[in-house]
């Protein structure tokens, strides 16, 4: 009996561990006290789901890794004159903390946003085509003798130069006015030779494009994995080139490629997109 009694007595006290054992996983799944959060991570979104820096939505341009270039995808706020910076800092989709120069705008980055001027850092290489509706009337502010300033005139938008010498664009660019007259988009058609691609070599994270040699003074190729070219790529490459690998593709993911040339300050229309597969 007594040895009967001591086991019921066990197999109570089991019970009760067991009981309260539950409770406390439950009030820690319930509480989250066992899971500890990386405030690193708590990057705000903005409406399209991108990282939200003030009022831009950002991505990471896949071409650099680790030390990231940054496209301004989209725009939320309500000035008519705005100031893209040079650098901004968020969290990447990978939850890795990541800064890097502004390289880029989408094409329809500011799309119905009202926006009338646009202070562009000196870091941009990339700028989408004119006729693209939310740029084609934009003023676009820059300093004299930067990659900016090149893409301004290279699209054929209006531009005026920034007084200061400074890199880094920071608010107070705001006040700056017209140093001279604006520059007013050149509306004359020369003729320039086209090409086409001619061969695609895919692996899994990147692909080579071969194309036809033409008289031209460059090559630009753009890229992206929607066939209407939305949020595209852009790279652009000297004439003696007639290949070129692009890296950082995603694995499983088709891709559609263009190729245009550059001949002063003219382009050719766009060829015929090619598919890169997936691999």
């Known amino acids: ?4 009694k001591g086991q019921g007595s066990m197999s109570k006290r089991t019970k009760i561990v067991g009981i309260i054992f539950a409770m ?3 009030f820690t799944q319930i509480f989250g006290a066992a899971v500890p959060v990386n405030a690193a991570t708590q990057q705000k979104k903005c409406s399209h789901d991108y990282a939200l820096v003030g009022d831009f939505g950002v991505r990471k341009h896949e071409m650099e890794d680790p030390d990231p270039y940054t496209i301004i995808t989209c725009y939320h706020g309500h000035d008519k004159k705005v100031v893209i910076p040079d650098r901004i800092t968020f969290i990447n ?3 890795r903390k990541v800064t890097g120069d502004v390289v880029q705008i989408d094409y329809d980055a500011f799309n119905d946003t009202g926006v009338e001027e646009i202070v562009l850092p000196d870091t941009i290489f990339a700028l989408p085509d004119r006729d ?4 084609k009337d934009v003023l676009f502010w820059v300093h004299k003798g930067s990659s900016a300033e090149k893409e301004v005139k290279d699209h054929g938008y209006r531009y005026a130069y920034l007084k200061d010498s400074t890199s880094s664009n920071k608010p107070n660019n705001s ?3 017209p140093n001279g007259s604006i520059n007013k988009p050149n509306n004359t058609t020369n003729k320039v030779n086209s090409t086409v691609i001619k061969k695609i070599a895919r692996s899994k994270k990147s692909a080579k494009i071969s194309w036809k040699k033409v008289k031209c003074d460059k090559y630009q190729i753009r890229y992206s994995t929607q066939k209407n070219m939305k949020k595209a790529m852009y790279i652009t490459y000297k004439n003696s080139k007639t290949s070129a690998t692009i890296k950082g593709l995603k694995k499983n993911k088709k891709y559609y490629v263009q190729i245009r040339t550059k001949a ?3 382009y050719s229309a766009w060829s015929k997109a090619k598919i890169i597969k997936k691999r």
Do not use: A, S
């Open 1 to 4: 009996m007594c040895q009967k």
């Open 264 to 266: 002063g300050k003219k």
């Open 93 to 95: 989709y990978n939850d």
């Open 175 to 177: 006040t700056n006015k």
């Open 132 to 135: 693209d509706k939310g740029l």
């Open 24 to 26: 406390v996983m439950g």
